[in-house]
């Protein structure tokens, strides 16, 4: 592997991709071609996971989100290593004659490397277009120089659920953000489908007007630690009865034949007896994941969207800016988590 | 109590659909199948429906409430758009599907309705909100709502809201009179008229386009667009539907109600708000903007045509004449075309030139915007291709937005061509654009009604259409004047060449 990447020669090569498409097309074999960006969208991955996984979540995203993808795939080595290859990924959307293109390029760093690396991408970017960095390891978060990468980024992604501490990392995504730091957490994303749930059922004025009731909020969960999107939840929650001027207590439960990590059952309990009474309780299996709805007597299943990269991924990036009501909650979850660990 | 819901997320949340029962009256004929209640079963699909919604299915066949959500299963099955059939969300979505056989001129049945929707509201938790959706004859519009206010069932508990179908009437006398008889039982604010051109994704996105980007504007005005085209081109003819047609028209059909509403979306002076009635006030000030053609420049202005027999792709196709159900010696119009002036300062000047018709060579609904030609030619004549720049805002089949610039071509010398600079909705954004009905149906249901046709709107397009429509009415057209598969008569192309104009080809 070479130790030296030039961005001129990758900007050159992408420019002769283009070409070489466009005369693809004056030959007759696709009838013309349209360039598509919205943003540069980076990808940081360790070099052990498959690259197709990361590629085909990329392929997934490209209609709505059209970008220049990067792809950097770091190895744990103490030797500095930078390579680099450019490719194109075109399709023809159904009905159409013209194929839309997008760039990739993918580059392989070695964590000697990564102090070179951030010279090597700014200039890789896409010029006055959003820059958002998805990084898909805990590892490489960790590392010492992960910061000057994250810096070139408007926004920063990662999956708090993928990290083996969940009051730990908090923590350190709530400093990054108090740095001022734009991220967003899938974990977070994870758990929107629920909280719009929640949220549908207070649009009945007849439920708005018993929010004040809520006594309790219980959260249960697979595993014996509440894992980040339990946090994240109450905190939303707690913020959001507080802010109707209701005061209940949160109280965790663990559900031990639940997997680690997962949303079991969602309760929120009005104090007297035959008070109001929600509960949210989650089934399926992530290609197919439900919710199954109790206001009461009346009961209700919905089916959520997939629960896999694309889906979260588009979600976040819908949304380059700031998430006030995210941010909102992670402040609330690190001092949830912290006061659960003491 | 909270006067807001604490848990609104609007960056990550789709709009809410408030708890609310939805009575369609029609509930066993095709829109009702083919679109209605497809377009429910979807936002239920995207989970946009509450925990307490229902549908109230009326009409005149007897019928049980399992029969009927039989009978939707398999029509949503069937008509559904881009977009599986999941049984889990149906199954769940027909538990609040119910029945009831009831004739419009039957007094007694709105009081059954009323019971009805009474031990649904009790049920289903739907907090005394419904939406009446009359998906029935024009002609039953009013008795319909008659027969509701009668009933006492147009006020209650939550809010009443009446959706109406197109036509709005036949004339400018018959349309006052409906709203006249709609406004003795529902206020103006509740009565909804829809109009399933406005709830395109496109017809929205020149909203977007037009006041969202600081760049077009600017040149939004007479002294740099030379004329707007906009054509809505069907390639199918009457379709055994031609009792019906004959008795519209594509002048009727098409531009008192879709067209001058696209019309108006174009040129309409921007909102200061994106509320319901500041849109549609200025959509009703650019109505009423426009200038009414008097009798003697009627035909000089507009053209009326009619398709005959012609051969397309090998296969004879019928003139409109020999259709079912169509009188041989029909004066009806298939094609119609008109030029508009609008007098304002903005447009004062610039034509607008509208046609509409079937057995046209393809199916197309666009908008072309042509901009004047830069004033000085700097780089002289040299046989180039000089057209203007053009604007087109596609609004089907295919979405999107082009733009039509010169440019200088590859090799030595200065010479130019145009080419084109595209936005396709589709591929741009591959996530599933929702259907007209779904967002007319969420809109309605929300109360917004910024995509719904107020009463002054209707009037003002009556006033526009309506002389043109009399002095038809008087004179005896030479029909057929088009071939089927055609652009139209020869008349049309005439009007425009009168004016140094001449049509695109879409």
Redesign the interface.
Known sequence: MSTTIQPERILRELAELWVSLGKDSEHGQASGVLRACAMTLITLAEETEDPTDVWSTMAALMPEHPSRAMVIRVRESAARELASRVFSQCWMPFGHRRQICCEQIEISASDASLPDLAAVVLPLTVPDLPVILWCRSARVFGLPDFSQIAKIAQKLLLDSASFPNSAEVLVKIGRRSRAGQVLGDLAWTRITRIRELISQIFESRKYLARLNEIAEVKISFGGSVPPTAAYYLAAWLLDCLESAGAHPRLSWESAPGDPPGQLSRIELTGAAEDGLHIAICASGDRERPCGDVQIDSLASHTVFPPDNDYVLLREELSIPGRDPVYEKSLTRAVALAAAENQ | ??LE?????P????R????CAVVIYGANGDLTKRKLLPALYRLA?E?RL???FAVLGISRTPMSDDQFREKMRESVAQFLEDSPF?E??W??FAQGLYYMAGDIADAASFSNLAVRLKEIEDG??T?GNVLFYLSTQPSQYAVAAKGIGAAGLATGNGWRRIVIEKPFGHDLASARELSERLHEVFRESDVYRIDHYLGKETVQNILAFRFGNGIFEPLWDRKYVNSVQITAAESIGVEGRGGYYQEAGALRDMIQNHLLQIMATIAMEPSATFQPNSVRDERSKLLRSIRVMKADDVLANSVSGQYGPARIGGADVAGFRQEKGVDAQSQTDTYAAATFFVDNWRWAGVPFFIRTGKRLPKRVTEIAIQFNSAPHAVFGDNGDDTTPNLLILRIQP?EGISLRFLSKRPGAGMKLRPVSM?F?Y??????RSPTAYETLLLDAMIGDATLYTRQDMVEASWGVVEPIMNVWQNHKFEFPNYDAGTWGPKAADEMLARRGHAWRTP
């Open positions: 109590m909270p819901n604490p848990f609104q997320d960056l990550r949340f789709e809410r659909i408030p708890e699909y989970r509450s925990t307490g999941d889990d969300v199954a769940g289903r938790h907090a295919e595209d396709n589709g591929s741009s954004f591959g996530e």
